[in-house]
């Protein structure tokens, strides 16, 4: 056993310390004191939103550093340490649980609990913590803070957690932040508990505080650099505290809540129902007093949006559109593109052959393979919970369940539903309460069930689960380089990137890699727009279907043209691009000028691509073609013309383009409505053509997977596209773009 790991725990203490003292001076100008157990969970959800948003702060100032994170900490802890009196009056005494409900909370707890701590310890291998999560992290302590301007879709999402990682990180590394992230687990555990506890039904609090800790999915997601766990102990705190607010009727602690309830925006956009969920609980309760309730909205709203509206603005600072990566139809930007966004939508809501249908309860609970992970058998039992609308409480939560579980749909992986089970398993728990027998069985079987080495037996093997217990990596015992190695495909090539680019040099990948785990800039096709640009230009050669051989050639009499425009009448094909368009006198091509204005509708920001003198850099519109689509350009003087002539890769057949021109001092006047359409062949000179509009578009290496589309051609012909392969590890291969 090597120091680190102590130095690992340390970073992560030091991150979870600064969230509480934070927290805890945050509750005392709030709430009355809680029990101690609450307290502490409370004070931990309550602080993570102020240190969160301090790091953002500083994010956005580019001043983030090592020292101005420990700096954070020491004046956190030092203002609670100087203010270390508590004038709160003591809590009122809760009912010991009796020794029997001690074993059926601790003895689960304490054993999944355990595996969860050395998951989490040992070296972070999780597809998207160790791709994405902790990539953005690493990238911002390196650069410290924010870019101009995204470079990946992920950069567009709201990462609260992920400063909460970044503060770990800096100090302990990509273990440290996936411990803080369990930290919402065990938080989310006692304030489950907690509730119930205080409703007067702990048996139901244990019950459904099992349920949800001992589920493999939790406990993968928990115990890894990922934000879900988290999402789900936010928005239980923020159900808490409306039970406390309507207990104790400070208006104080409305504050809270609406902190809360911004937080889980900043945590997933997918939590967002947190904040009209607190404004009809409040509504409810003060409808007789408008006046009360409009103060009381005030509060909950300013304080929500002092969490949510920061991102908004670095959204639209950074990628003009506040609600990024997504609505771009309303924000309309060159980041994310419309097609991107509805293809992206569609996967997410049906993939590996899971729809919202009958088979999806088999897939969340007991397969697990196609949706990423699995609940457990025993929440087959979830229709029980509809037997909770007898009681009071159990339409409350059954309540909760449906608005919290209302985004599900838009992604329905698994890990999507971990925020609602808190409230799910607490409706089946008051259920299964009523026959302690029936509960306590359910326990044991759901416990057995999601141990590590039984949901081998029954689930798909293929399922996001823990499947081990690697402490000896946790204890680094065993060298991390050797873990990863073994549990991470995507560190083989992080690694081949790290040692064979140069600082500086960019890498284009179509399936990506570990970002977590090196320093140079990869750009992955799928995650902004003009890296499918990229992905365009190098299959253009072999893919017909971005092939620029479609050619749509307009003729009209000679006359002098300050400006030329085509322009679409029709609609229903899917996409409209153009990758080159020429203007012709006499047969010969009119020269591009440097003066030359160019315009399209939609997409503007890449017109320039169909003037560039390159057949495989495409304009398009990158959404379904409808009347009104437009490519046009000034010249800004008059010039004879008499023919153009389009170059594209589309169906040329189902556009119904409309040549239109204008000369000095004119308007808009039509030239030609029936153009001469056919497709030329492609041509083996574009290999090339392709590999040098990649280095001008600033990529100097592509690290290809074996599985990638068209992979085989590369490496058989890597001479023929002007490639050099520099390496290759793990059937990932890189190579220079000479």
Known sequence: MTIQPLLILAASALTIATAMAAGSLVLRLTVPRLPRSEEAALAFLAGAPVLSLTIFLLCAARAVSWQALLAVSVLAIGSRLVWSRDRREPPPPVA????GQRLLLLLPLSAFGLVYFVWALAPEASPDGAGYHLGLVARYLREGGFRPAPASMYECLSQGVEMLFLHAFAFGGHSSAALVHLAFLFALAALMLGY??????????????????????????????YNDAAAAAVLFAVFYCLHIWVEVKQFNALFLIGMLSGFCYAVKYTAFPALPFAAGWTLIRLWKS?????????????AA??????????????AGNPLAPFFNHWFPNPYVTISFEESYRASMSAFNGVRLDWNLPWAVTVDGGALGGLLGPVFLLAPLAFIALRWSPGRLLLLATAVFGSTYPANIGTRFLIPMIPFLALAMALVLERWKPAAVAALAVHAVLSWPFVIERYSDRHAWRINNIPWRAALRITPQEEYLNQRLQTYRSARLVEEHVPPGSEVFSISGTAGAYTTREVRMSYELAPNNVLQQVLWSPLAAHFQPTGRILFRFSPQRLRGIRVAETGSGIEDWGVNELRIFSQSKELPRAPEWRLKAHPNPWDVVQAFDNSPLTPWRAYQRVSAGMFIEVDMRRPELADSVLIECACDIHGLRLRLEGRGEGERWRVLDESPVRWHADPREAWKRVATADLKALGIDFLLIDDWDHYAEELRKNAAAWGLRPVGESGGSRLYRIE
């Open 305 to 318: 949006l002092t969490m949510i509206s920061p991102w908004m603005v670095k959204n639209w600072i950074t």
């Open 290 to 302: 408008p006046r009360r309730f409009l103060q009381a909205l005030t509060a909950l709203s300013g």
């Open 196 to 225: 119930a506890r205080r409703t007067g039904r702990s048996d139901a609090g244990i019950a459904a505080t099992v349920l949800v800790f001992a589920s493999p999915v939790v406990g993968i997601s928990a115990s890894s650099a």
């Open 96 to 99: 010991p649980l009796s020794a």
